[in-house]
């Protein structure tokens, strides 16, 4: 792999200012100067740039979209640890940090608003942009500064930066997770193990991802590690995952063992616990993992022991040995049990305080954020929420991640093909080789795992799209030739490059411009556009490749495709982010909360204004619409919640009811003195678009081989039909004007007005 572009980028980075210019300036002054002028390079101004738009694109118009389901929750939880009434750690909500944050934003902001609900989440959207900074010297200028340009405009990592749920500050820590390692191989500092692990303990009181975080990242270290001073190790690891499925799915299966004990996720005090502990340990599915775990770890002991690892740990550590950069690091870590000190200690600064809502939650908090967050979420797996399909973050990241995904797949195989030819140096892998090879590994098993997982959710999406920037953006400058420099690599050859870039260029747009009246016809007929315009493109760029040679057509093409895909990826976040943020024609918008609710509120506000002088009007909802009703009704002392409406007539003084319409027959007996508004409440993507792909119950029954055979026939079956037209233009359509095929589902409200109000309702209704 070629490490020599990673030096700083092309552009004099420092110029020592004449001392005429600064005489008769005072020393301090001057030396103030001096290191302004050799501190703003364009490097430097490049990202300062990057961070002003992404202050721009996260903060700008926040509290426009209805707040969804769950922001709903999270913002009047934090509001009400705001107003001092408290707040107990529910792992149903994930980590506590969330709301200790969100609360001070509100006593900063002086007040509980949609927008400032979104405030801490834009922050570190915005913040998230500039960490790449940190790994120039180690991945590359130019590559950190593309990597920064592709979280800036990544349309999910954009959109999500803008939610008020976990993911925002999640992606920042994980990717300090990463610059901390990495920092750390290359500069040995053990204060970097302490950046990943401290921002790691942040991952674990924000959210139970942080146990995927620690796999991916903790086998990796494991791996490399037994790779380089133990194969045979490494091979016995691999038992470990085959033992645990005998002992805790296969064996139980074929003698017929009771079932594990449920979870006490609900109510998982200290005796629940224990009891569930006891339990446990005595099931014979995890005495038999138990026992299969003991012998494992003698078998990998006896290994190590066999192979010396410790003796060449400490002979590395004392400089008798050489190895990789990350072996190196591992083993010449100052005073290890200080540095292990430090981490315990980090840990409970930080978790304590926080699980147990500084000190007023003792010592429930404690359980509900170790054992109960751990048990809820395992519980979870079987729960499947959402019910999407293994492939759903298949059919998603190619929509809104082109770019990332195109070379993020070329940087794998590139690198599965690099690591073969290695395989007999990895012990001199330098600190690059080891990040990218970290990377892939990052890239790799957060698309297994979160496609496995049985809850997938859009804004999950965000944790696989990062590592696939970061990847492809280090691949793909390098492969363009980019860290080497642009004129050198842009200029050096035969005349007329630019005119099959252009003639290039022509094409696509016909396409577009011949697609766009073609692929909306009601029924389209013949060969599509993109067909002929693809054939055109294979012609020029067939010329192109024995008029220039395959590599310099290569990258002239590569640089068309990546600057057109740009364009579509800023309008996809624009998109996605301002247009249809809250209309759910975007498959990454989930059960979204329609407009209607708002606008619905802020007619009852003015209502309650008109005749009550303030937000005094009665109001009754009911469980069907409590989220997000409950948040948006906060500051209505007189509304009232009844688990199914109203049971009798509602007294006179009642001029609100809003039921969902499950319960709109119990309650029509009681209303003749009301009228009736029926809204949309919820509304979301039409998922039989990419559902029948594979159709569910065509895999109910079937055993895990016959279950392969089907999804391939299905895959297979699905890309033959694409040869359509019909299915070419349907898939047109929603790719660049995001018309889905199907209509907007939708869960529906009611909303009664008191007749002698309806015409102040609908004069301030919107």
């Known amino acids: 792999m070629d490490r020599s572009t990673i030096r700083p980028i092309s552009i004099p980075a420092t110029r020592k200012a004449s001392s005429t210019r600064l005489r008769g300036v005072s020393g301090s002054l001057s030396r103030a100067m001096a290191w302004l002028h050799d501190a703003l390079t364009v490097e430097v101004l490049l990202y300062a740039l990057f961070v002003v738009a992404a202050t721009a694109t996260r903060f700008w118009d926040l509290g426009s979209r209805a707040l969804h389901h769950d922001e709903s929750l999270h913002a009047y939880f934090s509001w009400i640890y705001y ?30 608003t949609d927008a400032a609900a979104r405030v801490v989440p834009a922050l570190f959207g915005t913040v998230t942009v500039a960490l790449p900074y940190l790994l120039r010297r180690q991945l590359g200028s130019v590559s950190m500064l593309v990597a920064s340009f592709g979280l800036l405009i990544s349309p999910q ?87 645990a499925l005998l002992g805790m799915v296969i064996l139980p299966k074929v003698l017929g063992w009771a079932s594990l004990p449920a979870i006490p996720f609900e109510d998982p005090s200290w005796e629940k616990s224990v009891g569930y502990a006891r339990t446990m340990l005595r099931s014979p599915q995890v005495l038999s993992t138990l026992g299969f775990s003991a012998m494992w770890a003698l078998g990998l002991g006896m290994l190590v ?59 429930g908090g404690l359980f509900s954020g170790s054992l109960g967050a751990l048990f809820y979420w395992i ?48 012990r001199s892998l330098d600190v690059f080789e080891i990040s990218y090879a970290l990377m ?72 577009v411009y011949r697609m766009a009246s073609w692929s909306l016809q009601e029924q389209p007929t013949g060969q599509s556009p993109l067909v002929y315009g693809t054939a055109a493109l294979v012609l020029v760029a067939a010329a192109a490749a024995y008029w220039l040679g395959p590599r310099a057509a290569g990258r002239s093409f590569a640089l068309l495709g990546l600057g057109m895909l740009t364009v579509y990826t800023v309008g996809s976040a624009f998109r996605l982010s301002y247009i249809n943020s809250d209309v759910p024609v975007e498959q ?44 948006y009704l906060r500051d209505f002392d007189n509304a009232n919640f009844r688990d199914q409406g109203p049971d009798a007539v509602p007294t006179a003084d009642v001029q609100f009811v809003l039921i969902g319409v499950e319960n709109q027959e119990k309650v029509k007996p009681f209303m003749g003195n009301y009228t009736a508004y029926r809204y949309p409440m919820r509304w979301w993507f039409p998922e ?31 890309l033959i039909a694409f040869s359509k037209p019909e299915n070419q233009a349907m898939l047109w359509r929603y790719v660049m004007y995001r018309r889905p095929d199907g209509t907007l589902e939708s869960t529906d409200m009611v909303v009664y007005v008191r007749n002698d109000l309806v015409g102040l309702y609908n004069s301030g209704r919107y």
């Open 83 to 112: 107003e001092g009434r408290g707040y107990t750690h529910d792992p149903m909500m994930h980590g506590p940090l969330l709301f200790h944050m969100t609360a001070l934003a509100y006593k900063l902001l002086g007040g509980a």
């Open 157 to 243: 990592i954009w959109y999500y930066g803008r939610f008020a749920r976990n993911e925002a500050w999640c992606v920042a820590f994980t990717l300090l997770i990463f610059i901390g390692i990495v920092r750390w191989m290359d500069s040995r500092n053990p204060a970097w193990i302490h950046v990943a692990w401290v921002n790691w303990v942040l991952l674990f009181v924000s959210k139970e991802i942080s146990f995927i975080v620690l796999f991916i990242f903790g086998t990796f270290i494991g791996g490399a590690l037994f790779l380089a001073h133990s194969k045979k190790s490494l091979a016995w690891l691999t038992l470990l995952p085959i033992g």
């Open 305 to 363: 022991w066999r192979d010396r690892v410790l003796r060449q740990g400490r002979e590395i550590g004392s400089g008798l040995r050489g190895a990789n950069a990350f072996s190196e690091a591992f083993f010449r870590t100052p005073r290890v049990w200080l540095q292990i000190l430090i981490m315990v200690v980090s840990f409970l600064l930080i978790s304590v305080p926080l699980y147990t809502s500084l000190f007023t939650n003792w010592p």
């Open 379 to 426: 519980a979870q797996q079987e729960v499947q929420r959402g019910e999407q399909p293994w492939y759903y973050y298949a059919t998603l990241e190619p929509v809104y991640e082109p770019i990332a995904v195109l070379f993020g797949s070329a940087a794998i195989a590139y690198g599965l093909y690099w690591l073969a030819r290695r395989r007999g140096h990895l």
């Open 440 to 511: 892939m590994w990052w890239t790799v098993m957060s698309f297994v795992i979160y496609s496995w997982a049985g809850e997938k959710m859009p804004w999950l999406s965000v944790h696989i799209a990062l590592p696939l920037i970061m990847i492809a953006s280090v691949w793909g400058t390098r492969a363009l030739g980019f860290e080497e420099g642009w004129r050198r690599n842009w200029t050096a050859r035969r005349p007329g490059g630019w005119a099959f870039v252009g003639l290039a260029s022509v094409i696509v747009l016909w396409i």
């Open 588 to 631: 990454a918008i989930y059960v979204q909360t329609t407009p209607r609710v708002p606008n619905v509120v802020a007619a009852m506000e003015a209502l309650s204004e008109e005749t009550t002088g303030g937000k005094d009007a009665k109001i009754i909802y009911d469980s069907k619409v409590s989220w997000p009703f409950v948040w």
């Open 688 to 718: 039989a678009m990419y559902r029948q792909i594979v159709p569910k119950e065509q895999l109910e029954g079937r055993g895990p081989l016959e279950a392969v055979v089907v999804n391939a026939k299905n895959i297979v079956s699905r």
